[in-house]
Nanobody, 124 residues
Framework: QVQLVESGGGLVQAGGSLRLSCAAS????????MGWFRQAPGKEREFVST????????SYADSVKGRFTISRDNAKNTVYLQLNSLKPEDTAGYYC?????????????????WGQGTQVTVSS
């Protein structure tokens, strides 16, 4: 079992930045690929970014490419999502997820464990 706890969300003005963290329990964090997803009110959960077990392979949704950066520190059992140049349309609950394979995925159904989420609100 893996427990995931997100932090770092908040209220920020458009153009601002936030850094989200997702701390994972357990001793096998390095064998999990990780992902970030988001869900705005009234909308479906959507893929944001994913990272493989070692951190040398990442992917992003087109809507965040060039603005968001995913990274991980296996020694700290933590994955990060740096959010820059934030826009009001980035407002959503952000969720991290873990899957028990080494490579990342764009699809939420590929993930085995989910955090409770952290809210990001971007004002215009």
């Amino acid at each position: 079992q893996v427990q995931l706890v997100e932090s770092g969300g908040g209220l920020v003005q458009a153009g601002g930045s936030l850094r989200l963290s997702c701390a994972a329990s357990g001793r096998t964090f390095s064998s999990y690929a990780m992902g970030w997803f988001r869900q705005a009110p009234g909308k479906e959960r959507e893929f944001v970014s994913t990272i493989n077990w070692s951190g040398d392979s990442t992917s992003y949704a087109d809507s965040v490419k060039g603005r968001f950066t995913i990274s991980r520190d296996n020694a700290k059992n933590t994955v990060y999502l740096q959010l820059n140049s934030l826009k009001p349309e980035d407002t959503a609950g952000y969720y991290c997820a873990a899957r028990r394979v080494l490579s990342g995925s764009y699809y939420s159904f590929d993930y085995d464990y989910w955090g409770q989420g952290t809210q990001v609100t971007v004002s215009s």
